[in-house]
């Protein structure tokens, strides 16, 4: 299954696709209908919902945004509906960081692995994956919860945040990488969600609570690129021998990742 395939079309939400399709380093591919990533929920609508509950079998939400992300926007619309469970695992800190469209300043030389990165000199690439290294570094409890949510959800289970691409992207990375993705796969899916950017962007700007960060920069500033992800893995690679290897050091057992790779793997 192509990117393009895996997209699924909703009147709400701009960013919603399916892990599935994606090849595995053993030569198999990721199962479809069992994890999907998306943007924001606020705005699906009736269909959408019938969609996604009645024909996807969606059942859990794994909502990554932060506390007061959650309370100025609201309950979404399914919060009402009794089929789905919604699990609230928070990346930030809650020390005044609201949203991922605009990243914090990141002290790059804490959060990022000694032994990786001082190579690069882009700096948008160093202050986004030290961003990302900073998630595992302050709710490292969160990601794991998160994680643990898509192994052992019934039916589809689907991961969001604001735009579905920073927070949404690092926990698709680590499950991908557990289900054994190629490497290759895991930037391409990172990467999808600049064939709907614009869309993204342009939605977000309706909310009050997105508004003013995005208008600080122009829509190619949110895209995401390659090396971002690239980097945070490699940093990953270098202080823990991979992401299972930081996983392990924080809690996931072989017991989740059985889990997981059952749920996500297609037989070979």
Known sequence: MDTVTRWIDLEGAANVRD???????????????????????????AGDI???VGELKLRQVVDLRSNAE??????GPLTEVPEVTIHHHTLFSERGVHTDVEADTVDTDRVLPSTAG??????????VAGFYHAYLRDRPDSVIAALR?????????????????????????????VAGATREAIVEDYVATADRIHRVIARLRTSETYRADLDKRPVEHHLPRAPYIERFLAGLDARFGGPLGWLSANGWTGEDTRALRARLRDPL
């Open 70 to 75: 959650v309370t100025l926007e609201g309950p």
């Open 50 to 52: 019938g969609f996604l």
């Open 149 to 177: 949510v898509l192994a052992g959800a019934d039916g589809a289970a689907l991961v969001h945040c604001a735009a579905g691409k920073d927070r949404t992207g690092v926990v698709c990375a680590l499950a991908l990488s």
């Open 118 to 127: 001082r190579e690069e000199t882009d700096p948008a690439v160093l202050r």
């Open 19 to 45: 892990l599935g399709g994606l090849p595995t380093s053993d030569g198999g591919t990721i199962r479809g209908g069992r994890v999907l990533r998306s943007d924001n929920l606020q705005g699906l609508t």
